[in-house]
């Protein structure tokens, strides 16, 4: 018989934001093995469980099975859908859009977008919504993941850019790893930084966190605080640091300002109240201190426990504090370090796909910005007033404000916080539309519109990862079925309503192909703080992944601030004198437990792509609540037994089981199962919607990220 070669095609993993390059094998069309691209600069060749298993995850069986391949129109929700072609669910998309702007006006339309789209789909997107809908209803799960640390790093450092890169973890004589379980969320950057251990042995890692985690088991000082309370964890820390002269005062001297504000606010934070507050000794907060302030290059390492909260901007800005105030930014080895959750989080903030930003790092509610803007996209203006952010705007659609919604590449249904709200808005939207590349979502049954999406193996663009390093995407098979690319969907929208929003005036979305967005893309960034237009497709697939910013006729930048200026308006780096903010969400008699929530290694969020595959099951088979064994034996209740959690939103239903990671009066649940894995009902009617049932939608006042991270509960025996 004849068998056709093995081809390879080199792209990038689409699960986190470590931003792995992979090499795709394929044979007649269909993928057939995955491996880890060695010459790719994050990975140099090793993959974790998730993309190490990724080829299995596109095997031509579940391609039919489990992916979305043709559009469908839905006469009545939750019905199987009429598939039709293209061009009808186009038009029904156009038309409904039209419609509804003719009628409510712009702003009753929104688009929730994804952290897993690229992108060049965000761009395209983002200019849809602002420059032809006219609305900056556009917001994405990217809301859910790093608008915390884009609001910390915009408060103190003046812009939206992780100062070091993944190098750095050699050059570092201390890791402070905080809300942040690399060990599970980011697996191969935990392995360069168990590498960097290895090769350093005098390396320090101290690890904060309400739970003892695989990252904490590695640690030299494990710091177990309360959930909520990392600010005034800081704030003490930089008490002993003002105490003991820990502190770098040419620094402070030479590139900061505001720092005699944040001293008189740290003079209330003593090592007693800070112990108390955080439910630890003096010594270990002491420790934590002079480990850091005698560091010769101290890297912090953090992501969602210090996003996702009700006081999200203030823990990153009092983190980034600490840096500033030793000196440690802008040396090899030593910054704040936001570790990205989703794989182009990062890329989506770079073209301004979301409610309060433009494209390249612009500001919506600068007028110069908007003006930019409006002339880069050959448009008349950018609409002023905000856009709806992700929690505000399921609120919005609840209210009747927002009356159509395109959901694209993300499960509302499963991942936003307090899920009751979430589906009562789903339930009232006139219509909603949803573009997906998977079947069975639990947001799909609210669509009346259902657009195929191509996926991983098949689209082509480019991500940007943690340590602010574009990476190709490539194809490498056809997508399934009718599936197209998520730009293209938006482009092909676009067209249908330019015929009816600006008849007769040239098209805004004459791209030929994905190349061409992504260079419209690049010139928006000429002279902003992520300038690339030293870059092209054509150097990227040349050179390999590159670091922004790189300017043309210019080498990328590593790392940021090393000349100790920072893009603000005087130029220093400025202290945010934030104070501790409670949990939003606090216990009392009847919700006495603070629940967690997290990742877990082999899953990846609602596990559309890793919940097929069985393998990925073997490290934890079923949902669990991880509780302390003391407080399930004071409650009669055993291990295994099912208990039901309930917060002051919903109930879920779920196995216990004894945990040394928690301490007394916490709890965990990972995050990852929702309806589709644990549903039914109560016998109350309740609906277990997984762990979004409990979580607040209470949302941080300046980055507007909700507290996923913690809610009060009670734990019952059923
Ligand atoms: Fe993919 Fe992240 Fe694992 Fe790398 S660490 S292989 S990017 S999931």
Request: proline fraction near 6%; charged fraction near 25%.
């Amino acid at each position: 018989a004849i068998t056709s070669a093995t081809q390879e095609t080199r792209s990038t993993c689409p699960y986190c934001g470590v931003g792995c390059g992979v090499v795709i094998e394929t044979r007649d069309g269909a993928v057939t093995g995955v491996r880890g691209d060695e010459k790719h600069p994050a990975n140099f060749g090793r993959l974790c469980s998730k993309g190490s298993t990724l080829h299995l995850t596109a095997r031509p069986g579940l391609q039919r099975t489990a992916r979305l391949l043709t559009p469908e129109l839905r006469a009545t929700r939750g019905e199987p859908g009429r598939a039709v072609g293209w061009d009808e669910a186009l038009d029904a998309v156009a038309d409904r859009i039209a419609a509804t702007i003719a009628t409510h006006g712009p702003d009753s339309v929104g688009l929730y977008l994804s952290g897993q789209l690229l992108t060049e789909d965000y761009y395209v997107f983002n200019k849809l919504a602002k420059g032809l809908l006219g609305t900056n209803n556009v917001d994405t799960n990217s809301r859910l993941c790093m608008s915390s640390a884009v609001a910390g790093y915009k408060l103190t450092l003046g812009a939206d850019a992780p100062p070091a890169c993944y190098e750095d973890l050699d050059h570092a004589d201390l890791l402070f790893i905080v809300g942040a379980n690399p060990a599970f969320a980011h697996p191969i950057l935990f392995r360069r930084i168990e590498d960097a251990k290895a090769r350093n042995p005098a390396l320090k890692i101290v690890v904060v966190d309400p739970r003892r985690t695989d990252t904490a088991e590695s640690a030299d000082l494990f710091v177990q605080i309360q959930p909520g309370s990392d600010v005034a964890f800081f704030h003490g820390m930089l008490h002993i640091l003002l105490w003991e002269g820990l502190i770098d005062e040419a620094y402070i001297a030479a590139h900061t300002e505001g720092f005699a504000e944040l001293k008189r606010l740290v003079r209330d934070y003593t090592p007693g109240f800070v112990a108390q507050t955080c439910g630890i000794d003096v010594e270990t907060l002491t420790r934590a201190a002079f480990l850091f302030g005698r560091a010769k290059a101290a890297l912090s390492l953090y992501c969602q426990g210090l996003n996702q909260s009700a006081s999200g901007t203030a823990k990153n800005a009092a983190l980034v504090n600490l840096h500033l105030a030793t000196g440690q930014i802008g040396r090899p080895g030593a910054g704040p370090f936001s570790l990205t959750g989703q794989p182009n989080a990062m890329g989506g903030r770079e073209v301004g796909g979301m409610a309060n930003l433009l494209s390249a790092h612009r500001d919506l509610t600068n007028p110069e910005h908007r003006a930019e803007v409006a002339r880069l996209w050959g448009v008349d203006d950018v609409p002023a007033a905000p856009g709806k952010t992700a929690v505000e705007m399921f609120e919005a659609v609840r209210a009747g404000e927002i009356r159509l919604l395109w959901i694209v590449c993300t499960n509302p249904a499963q991942s936003l916080p307090d899920q009751n709200l979430v589906r009562a808005a789903l339930d009232a939207a006139e219509c909603v539309i949803v573009q997906d590349a998977f079947t069975g979502t639990e947001t799909a049954r609210y669509a009346d519109i259902v657009l195929p999406a191509s996926s991983w193996a098949e689209k082509e663009g480019s991500v940007t990862n943690s340590e602010r390093r574009i990476s190709r995407v490539r194809p490498a098979i056809a997508a399934p079925g009718e599936a197209r690319a998520d730009w293209r969907i938006a482009v092909d929208v676009a067209r249908r309503l330019e015929a009816r929003l600006r008849p007769g005036r040239p098209t805004l979305f004459g791209y030929d192909d994905v190349e061409a967005v992504w260079n419209e893309h690049r010139e928006t960034t000429r002279g902003r703080d992520l300038d690339i237009t030293g870059l092209s497709y054509a150097v990227l697939d040349a050179d390999g992944p590159q670091h922004w910013p790189c300017r043309e006729g210019e080498a990328p930048v590593a790392r940021l601030y090393v000349d100790g200026v920072f893009p603000t308006a005087s130029g220093r780096a400025r202290f945010a004198a934030l104070p501790h903010v409670p949990v939003a969400d606090a216990i009392d008699a009847r919700h006495p437990f603070r629940l967690t929530t997290g990742r877990l290694r082999d899953q990846w969020h609602g596990m559309t792509r890793t919940g097929t595959l069985g393998r990925l099951f073997g490290h934890a088979p079923e949902p669990a609540i991880e509780m302390y064994a003391g407080d399930m034996a004071r409650r009669g209740i055993g291990d295994g037994e099912l208990v039901r959690v309930t917060s002051r939103r919903g109930a879920m239903l779920l196995p216990v089981r004894a945990s040394n990671a928690v301490r007394s009066g916490d709890a965990f649940i990972p995050m990852h199962w929702g309806e589709a894995y644990v549903g039914g009902r109560d016998d109350d009617g309740t609906a277990f919607t997984g762990v979004n049932a409990l979580t607040t939608g209470a949302i941080d006042p300046r980055s507007k990220q909700p507290e996923l991270k913690h809610a009060a509960v009670r734990v019952e025996k059923t």
